[in-house]
């Protein structure tokens, strides 16, 4: 049977009611819960939720029990979030329900987008050409920031053995939307905002220097171009071919075409060191996305490491879907489950036939779907992923 799961924060599975929320998937087709397993910090508005409908979670905390002796000897050290303790154990309690025939369980661990670490570890955050920090990203190249992922990720593998495991963010984050009230008055072309999100810290140095690459040449480089533009007047294309032509906008730049090369060993190795803890019952996923190339996700590098991708084709057309889903399982390869990832927002979801036309062209190529997200949509509009479902 295909796996067709709903994302889902534990707050609103409290709210709504285990039973009801259950329910409520099941209702809609689904037969799989994508639990948040770790997270950031965030302001949702939450229509299905009946009690809070706004609400702010804790900063880069983890929603299951901790095992303190699993984390002696960890520089960065995973927090248990307060509502563990106080509304209970929701992984556990979805995991005793699958174990006596319920929903499958799939837990959604955000690895390296984290506030509350990023401030408390200022050593392993990503920093720019400049060396300013960017306190919401570790940065994989951290031997420090790889062990607290792996950690996490073991922990609950082993633990609560769920289906799967959905890593989110094991790659260098870019510039925007990581932080709080973000501002930007200069007017960041495509470029600059990349180029702003390069990680130039010491353990990209230390790594890429390892391995051949100029890095101080590159990082010279990125700081003049940026340079360049916090002068200006108005804001200037200087590689107009980005993002269409993707890496290759930089060929002319020797150092930073080397640098930008290198940046997926970065991620690949953080994903073979987290695979290497969990048990082949569980299946390993990267969450992955158009455009993810920017940030070293190489699917194709990746895949002797995974059991599977989890695409997110919230903005593509219905038309693109089938096409990025193919292209996608040619990069994963044989053998390993591709699932299809929506939104059931508006206004980037049109309606019921809108979702049901995106549906039906990811079945082509996909082996799953998940649908995003219980507290975030209205109830009544989980029909429109029962109706999708029914059709497709």
Not at 2 to 14: K, N
Not at 23 to 44: E, K, M, P, W
Not at 109 to 135: E, I, Q, S
Not at 281 to 301: F, H, R
Request: glycine share 8%.
């Amino acid at each position: 049977m295909q796996r067709a799961s709903v994302w889902a924060y534990p707050w609103d599975l409290h709210d709504i009611g285990l039973d009801t929320a259950l329910d409520r998937i099941s209702q809609a087709g689904g037969n799989c819960v994508s639990l948040a397993t770790s997270y950031h910090a965030g302001r949702f508005l939450q229509p299905g939720n009946p009690r809070r409908k706004v609400f702010f979670p804790q900063d880069g905390t983890v929603y299951y029990r901790l095992d303190p002796t699993r984390w002696k000897g960890q520089k960065i050290q995973a927090l248990q979030a307060d509502v563990v303790a106080t509304e209970g154990d929701y992984l556990a309690a979805l995991v005793d329900r699958r174990n006596a025939g319920g929903l499958g369980v799939s837990c959604w661990t955000v690895c390296l987008h984290n506030t509350r670490l990023g401030m408390a570890h200022p050593d392993h955050v990503m920093r720019t050409a400049h060396g300013d920090p960017h306190f919401y990203a570790l940065c994989p190249s951290s031997p420090v920031a790889r062990d607290y992922v792996a950690t996490l990720v073991r922990e609950v593998a082993e633990v609560y053995a769920p289906d799967r495991i959905e890593l989110e963010t094991p790659e260098f984050m870019g510039f925007s939307h990581g932080f709080h009230h973000e501002k930007d008055g200069l007017g960041l072309t495509p470029e600059e905002d990349f180029l702003l999100g390069l990680c130039f810290c010491a353990h990209c140095r230390q790594a890429a220097t390892s391995a051949g690459v100029p890095f101080e040449e590159a990082r010279m480089r990125v700081a003049e171009l940026l340079d360049t533009a916090f002068v200006r007047t108005r804001p200037q294309r200087s590689f107009p071919d980005f993002p269409a032509a993707g890496l290759a906008a930089f060929d002319g730049e020797p150092a930073l075409a080397a640098f930008l090369r290198w940046r997926p060993q970065a991620v690949s190795g953080l994903v073979a060191q987290v695979a290497a803890g969990v048990p082949r019952a569980t299946e390993l996923a990267v969450i992955d996305y158009d455009g993810s190339w920017a940030g070293g996700l190489d699917i194709a590098a990746l895949a002797p490491h995974l059991g599977g991708v989890l695409y997110c084709a919230y903005f593509a057309p219905p038309a693109r879907i089938s096409e990025l889903l193919a292209l996608e399982k040619a990069a994963l390869g044989p053998g390993k489950r591709l699932t299809a990832g929506f939104q059931l927002f508006h206004p980037n979801l049109s309606d019921a036939e809108d979702l049901a036309a995106r549906v039906a062209a990811a079945k082509t190529c996909a082996d799953g779907l998940n649908f995003y997200n219980l507290g975030l949509v209205p109830p009544a509009r989980l029909s429109w992923m029962r109706d999708a479902l029914r059709s497709a």
